[in-house]
């Protein structure tokens, strides 16, 4: 999902916060970055990767931090794993285990959407498309927590001791499948060339670590955002019930792409710009830190009008929660089917679902972005 980087407003809604500024200046200097928060100048910058360079984390990662040829050369392999062929494949078990977890669910009664629904969806499926163990489940989980509380504590050291970590347990299941092949991705990774020559191990971890910090940790987050914007916006959870009920599964992928443009949990990106350049006015000098704001981006005025409107399809064209450019989301099309599937299995296993009337909704604690708790009920 690209190394995310979240800013810290210490507010409670970031939104806001980025609404306020961007509406002041397209683009503003903070902590050492340029932050960029408008959407013209946002795709200006994440389109033009020769001034605008991925090149800007100490952190080699494949293929997020690589620019150009070197670039293109990784994120052909990568794509390789995301096709629509393949993600079609993923769906009956990702709807198994969504069918799974929700009936599980009591009724009538307060249920907590992240730790309930977004976190066991997300680990399950994720571990069923790579071919890990289901004694995998605990550990991913527990480092999904201790990643998030790295994050928000903002301790660069506690966050690279986290990502050592993963990357400790996954050189661990590469060592006990090499020499056992099997047909699942992690197998095939392991088979796996780039330029003529098989991929090394580091390479294969830093692959799959951007997989599962996208996929286990925006999929948990984005369930969080879509169910609490469900049930705090009856009209919305009444068209999309309709759409589910009418197996329009473009229709409920749209309504999910809006809904995270409203609320986009996944904040910013890094540049580092390779030559002098002017973005919204501002004269940036060659080398200097650049953090594309997604969140801000996607509730532009300009581009969207009032931005909490809901209009999944006169907005789909200028959504950016999948970024856009060279490195625009290759997991695209597996998020989008992994949450219209939960979304599909929730709505059609429950009549309607409404914000807990004894325990109010908890924003994260900046800079993480969406819902750290989304109590709801349901019917
Ligand atoms: C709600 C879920 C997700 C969101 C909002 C999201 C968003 C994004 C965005 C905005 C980018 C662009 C980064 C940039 O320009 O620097 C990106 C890149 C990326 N995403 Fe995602 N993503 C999600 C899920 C996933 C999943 C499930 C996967 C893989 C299984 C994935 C893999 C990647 C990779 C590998 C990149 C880097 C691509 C490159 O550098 O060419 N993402 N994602």
Not at 349 to 375: H, L, S
Request: with cysteine; aromatic share 6%; charged share 25%.
């Amino acid at each position: 999902m690209g190394e995310p980087v979240e800013i810290d407003t210490g507010q409670a809604d970031q939104r806001e916060v980025y609404d306020a500024l961007r509406a002041r200046c397209p683009v503003v200097h903070e902590d050492g970055a340029w932050v960029v928060l408008r959407h013209a100048e946002v795709v200006a910058a994440a389109t033009d990767p020769d001034t605008f360079s991925s090149a800007a984390s100490t952190r080699r990662a494949i293929p997020n931090s690589l620019d150009g040829a070197e670039h293109a050369a990784y994120r052909a392999v990568v794509d390789r794993y995301l096709t629509s062929e393949r993600v079609a494949r993923e769906e009956p078990q990702c709807r198994a285990h969504a069918a799974a977890i929700i009936d599980a669910l009591p009724r009538d009664a307060t249920v907590k959407t992240i730790g309930g629904i977004g976190v066991p969806y997300a680990v399950r499926s994720q571990s069923a498309w790579l071919g890990w163990p289901a004694a995998l489940e605990d550990e991913l989980v527990a480092w999904m927590q201790d990643n998030h509380a790295a994050t928000r504590s903002g301790d660069r050291a506690r966050t690279a001791e986290v990502a050592d970590r993963f990357d400790r347990m996954i050189h661990d299941l590469l060592d006990q499948r090499r020499g056992r092949p099997s047909a699942d991705v992690t197998g095939e990774l392991l088979g796996e060339t780039v330029d003529g020559r098989p991929l090394t191990d580091d390479e294969i971890v830093s692959i799959l670590r951007n997989w599962t910090a996208g996929d286990l940790g925006s999929l948990a987050t984005s369930v969080g955002v879509i169910v609490h914007f469900l049930a705090a916006r009856p009209a919305v959870q009444h068209e999309v019930r309709a759409l589910v009920a009418a197996g329009d599964r473009a229709g409920v992928e749209a309504a999910v792409e809006e809904i995270l443009r409203i609320d986009d949990p996944f904040v910013a990106n890094r540049r580092v710009t390779t030559r002098a350049v002017e973005l919204g006015g501002e004269a940036i000098a060659a080398g200097d830190r650049i953090l594309l704001n997604w969140t801000a981006a996607n509730r532009d005025p300009l581009v969207f009008g009032e931005p909490d409107d809901y209009d999944p399809v006169g907005h789909a064209a200028d959504n950016l929660v999948f970024g856009i450019g060279p490195h625009v989301c290759p997991g695209r099309e597996l998020t989008l089917m992994e949450l219209r599937v939960v979304v599909e299995e929730l709505l059609g296993r429950t009549t309607w679902i409404e914000p807990a009337p004894d325990r109010p909704a908890v924003r994260e604690t900046p800079p993480v972005g969406g819902w750290a708790r989304v109590p709801v009920v349901l019917r």
